[in-house]
C-alpha cells in the first residue's frame, strides 16, 4: 500500500450541545449528569398528547453560532420529524431540521503547517438529542437513561473539503473556540458536549469523482479521531487495492481496542420518512432580531488577539497563546487592567504561569492565582522593590489560590532588594580576590567562570540584589585584574 498515490476526501457532522438552562422542547434541566432518567419528563420522552414549544434561548444561541461561521441566517425556517427507533430514541422520532435548516453557506478560516484553508459549512440546524444506553458487561444488558433527551444541538454540517487529520483537528480546535468565546456550549468531547461525525473516501491523486464514503460515528476526542482516520483510510485503500468495493455504511469505532467495525448499511434521507413537524409552527426570523443578536456578539480570539498586538504592543506569539482560552485571554485582561503593566502581565502568563499549568496538569479555567495578587507583584517587580528571583518564588505561592498582600509579605520575610552599590561593590571584590585565578580564566576568554562569580555575589546578598547591577559591577570588578 502507497499513500502517496492516495488522497483522503472527508466531511465532518460536528454536534454540539447547547449551554441552556433547559431543554429545546420543554422545562427540564438541560445539564450534564444526574442520576439515571431525573432529567426527563412526558415531553422529551414523547408521550402522547404532549406538545413541544421552542426554547427561545436555543434560537437565539443558533443565530449566534450561524453569525459567528460566516452563514447565512434563513429568515423562514422550520422543524421535521426525523424517524427512526432506537431504545434511547423513546418516541422513535428526533426533532430537528432536513428541509429550511436556520444557517447555511459558512465558511472557517484554519492554519496548518501548509497555510492558510477556508473549509466551507453546507448547513448548520437545531435539533434535539437522543438519550444514551448504559451497558452493563456483567449482566450482559444495556439500561436507557433518557436524561440527555431534548439537549439542544447544533449540527454543523462541512463540505468534503478537508484532506488531512490535521485540518480535521485544526477545524474542530476553531469551532469549539469560537463556541467558547460565544459561550453557548463548553464543547467538553469527554461529557458528550461535542462530538463528531466523519465521512471519508478515497481516490487516487488526479481522480475528479469521490470514492465510496463511510460515517464513523460519534468520536468524542481529538486522539480517537485522529486514529479513527488513520484506520478508516488504510481499511478503504486496502480494500481497494485487493480488488474489493467500499460499501456505503455506518461505522463505529473502538478507542480502546484501536478499530473501527461495521453498525450498518448507511441510511439516506428517505430512510428516515422525514416530514414537516406537526406540532411546531414554521419560524419568521425577523431582521431586528438577526441585527440585535449581530450587535451583542462578543469579541472573538482573533479579533481579540489583533488588539492585544495593536494595544497592548504584545508579540503575534504571546497574544495568539492568551487568546487561545477565553478563561486566559479574560484573566490577562484583569491582571493588565489592575497592573497596567500589559507586556510584564502576558510574560508571567506565558511563561511561568503555563509551566506551573503543564506541571500540574491543570487548564486556564482551573486557574486558582488570584488576579490581584499578580497584579501586585507585577508592580512591585517592574517599581525594583524586590528582583525578580524573588518575584518567582512569590508567584509559585500565590500561583496555588493563596492571596496575600506583597507588601506585608515582602518586608515580613525581608524580601526588600538590596541597593546599596558600595557594599555590593565591597562583596564583588571580596569574591574576586579569593579567585584570582578564575579572574584571569574569564579575561582570557573563558566566560563560564562569570556566573560562577555573580552566584556568590547573590548568594552573600542573600538573592536579594538586581542581578543586573551585580552583573555590571561584578565585570567591573573582574576587569581591574
Same mark, same amino acid.
Given at each position: 500500500?502507497?499513500?502517496?498515490?492516495?488522497?483522503?476526501?472527508?466531511?465532518?457532522?460536528?454536534?454540539?450541545?447547547?449551554?441552556?438552562?433547559?431543554?429545546?422542547?420543554?422545562s427540564c434541566a438541560a445539564k450534564f449528569g444526574g442520576e439515571p432518567n431525573t432529567h426527563c419528563c412526558p415531553i422529551c420522552v414523547g408521550f402522547p398528547g404532549t406538545?413541544?414549544?421552542?426554547?427561545?434561548?436555543?434560537?437565539?444561541?443558533?443565530?449566534?453560532?450561524?453569525?459567528?461561521?460566516n452563514c447565512g441566517i434563513t429568515r423562514y425556517n422550520k422543524f421535521d420529524r426525523k424517524n427512526y427507533y432506537y431504545p434511547d430514541l423513546p418516541k422513535a422520532y428526533q426533532i430537528s431540521q432536513l428541509y429550511l435548516p436556520f444557517a447555511f453557506g459558512g465558511y472557517v478560516d484554519i492554519q496548518t503547517k501548509f497555510g492558510e484553508k477556508s473549509i466551507r459549512i453546507r448547513e448548520i440546524h437545531m435539533e434535539e438529542d437522543a438519550g444514551k444506553l448504559n451497558h452493563s458487561e456483567i449482566r450482559g444488558v444495556s439500561y436507557p437513561d433518557y436524561n440527555r433527551c431534548g439537549i439542544p444541538l447544533l449540527e454543523i454540517v462541512s463540505e468534503p473539503d478537508f484532506r488531512s487529520s490535521e485540518e480535521v483537528l485544526c477545524y474542530l480546535e476553531k469551532i469549539k473556540l469560537i463556541f467558547e468565546y460565544l459561550e453557548i456550549s463548553d464543547c467538553k468531547m469527554e461529557e458528550g458536549s461535542m462530538r463528531v461525525d466523519v465521512n471519508l473516501s478515497v481516490r487516487k491523486y488526479?481522480?475528479?469523482?469521490?470514492?465510496?464514503?463511510?460515517?464513523?460515528?460519534?468520536?468524542?476526542?481529538?486522539?480517537?479521531i485522529e486514529r479513527a482516520i488513520a484506520y478508516e483510510s488504510r481499511r478503504q485503500i486496502e480494500l481497494i487495492e485487493n480488488g474489493e468495493k467500499v460499501v456505503q455504511q455506518t461505522r463505529r469505532w473502538d478507542d480502546g481496542a484501536g478499530i473501527g467495525y461495521a453498525m450498518r448499511s448507511k441510511e439516506n434521507a428517505q430512510d428516515y420518512r422525514y416530514f414537516p413537524e406537526p406540532d411546531i409552527p414554521p419560524l419568521l426570523l425577523t431582521d431586528d432580531f438577526i441585527l440585535n443578536i449581530k450587535k451583542s456578539q462578543p469579541e472573538l480570539a482573533e479579533e481579540k488577539k489583533q488588539r492585544y498586538i495593536k494595544d497592548y504592543g504584545l508579540s503575534e506569539y504571546d497574544a495568539?497563546?492568551?487568546t487561545n482560552d477565553k478563561y486566559f485571554a479574560d484573566f490577562f485582561e484583569r491582571v493588565a487592567n489592575e497592573s497596567e503593566e500589559a507586556k510584564e502581565t502576558a510574560n508571567w502568563l506565558t511563561v511561568h504561569a503555563m509551566r506551573l499549568m503543564k506541571e500540574r496538569n491543570i487548564s486556564p479555567k482551573d486557574l486558582k492565582l488570584p488576579s490581584s495578587?499578580?497584579? @501586585?507583584? &507585577?508592580?512591585?517587580?517592574? /517599581?525594583?522593590? #524586590?528582583?525578580?528571583?524573588?518575584?518567582?518564588?512569590?508567584? @509559585?505561592? &500565590?500561583?496555588?489560590?493563596? /492571596?496575600?498582600? #506583597?507588601?506585608?509579605?515582602?518586608n515580613k520575610n525581608n524580601l526588600v532588594m538590596f541597593g546599596d552599590i558600595s557594599i555590593i561593590r565591597e562583596i564583588a571584590a571580596k569574591v574576586i580576590a579569593g579567585d584570582t585565578e578564575g579572574a584571569a580564566k574569564y579575561k582570557s576568554g573563558?566566560?563560564?567562570?562569570?556566573?560562577?562569580?555573580?552566584?556568590?555575589?547573590?548568594?552573600?546578598?542573600?538573592?536579594k540584589?538586581?542581578?543586573?547591577?551585580?552583573?555590571?559591577?561584578v565585570e567591573e570588578e573582574i576587569n581591574k585584574y
Open positions: 500500500m502507497n499513500n502517496k498515490e492516495w488522497e483522503i476526501i472527508m466531511g465532518l457532522e460536528v454536534h454540539v450541545e447547547l449551554a441552556t438552562e433547559t431543554k429545546i422542547f420543554c406538545l413541544p414549544v421552542l426554547n427561545e434561548k436555543v434560537l437565539e444561541f443558533a443565530v449566534k453560532a450561524g453569525l459567528a461561521l488526479g481522480e475528479e469523482h469521490f470514492g465510496v464514503r463511510t460515517e464513523t460515528k460519534n468520536l468524542n476526542s481529538f486522539k480517537a495568539a497563546i492568551l495578587s499578580l497584579a @501586585e507583584l &507585577i508592580k512591585t517587580v517592574v /517599581a525594583g522593590k #524586590i528582583n525578580r528571583t524573588v518575584g518567582y518564588d512569590i508567584f @509559585e505561592i &500565590i500561583f496555588d489560590g493563596e /492571596a496575600i498582600n #506583597i507588601d506585608e509579605y515582602i573563558k566566560t563560564k567562570v562569570f556566573a560562577a562569580f555573580v552566584g556568590q555575589v547573590m548568594y552573600q546578598l542573600k538573592g540584589a538586581d542581578p543586573n547591577i551585580v552583573n555590571k559591577i
